[in-house]
Nanobody
């Protein structure tokens, strides 16, 4: 099974940018749809963006035009570039891998993103 390790979170001011990275290991990277989810305090975990091995992407309406998901299959890494950050983007961001055949989900440990107003 795949192991996921996120990095790149931190504290940023409103309007700033961050890039999250998620390194995958332990399995063939291309057999997973990769994604980013987030969970704010007191709220349910929500989808931020997904990307297939072929590069097809899907972004939540709340982040369209501001966030961009990408992946480097040679490096087994998925990224989330976050621009024009808002305080409501504050959350723990989780990397996710979904097996394309079984649908099984795997999660990273999460990385905190805090946007100050």
């Amino acid at each position: 099974q795949v192991q996921l390790v996120e990095s790149g979170g931190g504290l940023v001011q409103t309007g700033g940018s961050l890039r999250l990275s998620c390194a995958a290991s332990g399995s063939i990277f291309s057999i997973y749809v990769m994604g980013w989810y987030r969970q704010a305090p007191g709220k349910q975990r929500e989808l931020v963006a997904t990307i297939t091995s072929g590069g097809l992407t899907n972004h939540a309406d709340s982040v369209k035009g501001r966030f961009t998901i990408s992946r480097d299959n040679a490096k087994n890494t998925v990224y989330l570039l976050m621009n024009s950050l808002k305080p409501e983007d504050t959350a723990i961001y989780y990397c996710n891998a979904r097996h394309i055949a079984t649908g099984q989900h795997f999660w990273g440990q999460g990385t905190q993103v805090t946007v100050s107003s």
